[in-house]
DNA sequence: TTGACAAGTGGAGATGACCTCCATATTTTC
DNA sequence: GAAAATATGGAGGTCATCTCCACTTGTCAA
């Protein structure tokens, strides 16, 4: 599955390049006024180049998605590796709500087009989804979370979230679906 | 907003066609298949009827989800004149993780559909978060519930329950997700 | 270096979905 | 029952999407 074919190298700097291109049009929120065409001309490359690397906006999309994953991943791990687990996966789910509130065009965007293609999300998320598990499992190891609860019902809440960026009092209400998440989490069966 | 004129009757009976017809074909997951046009041809009316009624698939997708709302506005209503209001709003959330596994296919084509236009979504579903509202309200009050949560926070994850409806397990995290936000807010000591 | 082959590029143009438009048909009104 | 108002349907224009291939660029062995 990860068995990429080593690039040629101008290859490899086209797609990193629309890699970056595109986290920035998504960040400002205008990907959806654009042409798919005129994205291509706009990172500076032809349309075929872009077809070749990204056959569908939902590709792209989902290549954006995999460094957003990464780095979080990263924050999961180092969290994990300093905190005692139930406050690591509390500052985690934390830090994300002000993650996503920090690129709202971006989280609105990936959210959208990855609507239809929700597989395409899963796949993607896989390693956010293990990460979450981990910081579950270190807590409940701990004694200090239940265990009768899967860590699959938090990402369920973090898609929840991260789907409604439109909602007015979003991060007020964000926040509390943190809240009521972790002191569910704490409750005792 | 609602200032509608009156349809004259066979334009009121073609708009009630296409939404039965749409509300089977979401719910067969058959929608994206289906170029626009032909949906009007397999409703049996010409493009221009289709169009003029719902100038797009989301327009559609909104009239639809209006009758979803309605339905379950009056079971939320039922509940809650018959039930303690702990019990009301448990039943409630309960039952909507049933109704979106019995429809699995509408809820997923409503939620892709609404994606993008999440403000619509919201738009149309004012009247089921009132619904919440008043649930988590006559909570609070009974002394049942929390008063520092807000109740858009279990909107927000009901949204991701019905957003996430791919994953492998979604009905065990799906209730999962009903128990974390019920004990959540249950008053914390 | 250089030649030769593999890999990648870009953009013109075919394709086909979406939506408009209006001559015709149906309801409603008086 | 005739005129006015309202609604219909589907032919055809428009425009974003995606394919295709003649050409350029990178790689590698000698």
């Known amino acids: 599955m990860t068995a990429d074919k080593p690039l040629r190298a101008d290859a490899q700097r086209n797609r990193d390049l629309l890699i970056a291109k595109a986290r920035e049009v998504f960040d400002a929120g205008d990907f959806f006024d654009l042409r798919f065409d005129d994205f291509a001309r706009l990172a500076g490359v032809g349309t075929g180049t872009l077809y070749r690397h990204f056959p569908t906006r939902e590709a792209l999309a989902e290549a954006v998605y995999h460094g957003e994953v990464a780095a979080l991943c ?71 979370v239940r265990d009768d609860v899967d860590a699959g019902a938090v990402m369920m809440a973090l898609h929840g979230i991260s789907a409604a960026h439109d909602r007015p009092c979003w991060r007020a209400e964000a926040d509390d679906v943190i809240t009521l998440v972790l002191d569910g989490l704490r409750r005792p069966l």
């Open 74 to 144: 990263d924050r999961a791990r180092l969290l994990q590796a300093t905190l005692p687990a139930a406050e690591a996966l509390a500052a985690f789910l934390r830090g994300m709500v002000d993650h996503i509130d920090a690129h709202e065009g971006l989280a609105r965007t990936l959210a959208t087009l990855m609507a239809d293609r929700a597989g395409a999300l899963a796949e993607g998320s896989r390693a956010l989804e293990q990460a979450v598990t981990d910081l579950v499992a270190a807590a409940v190891r701990d004694g200090a």
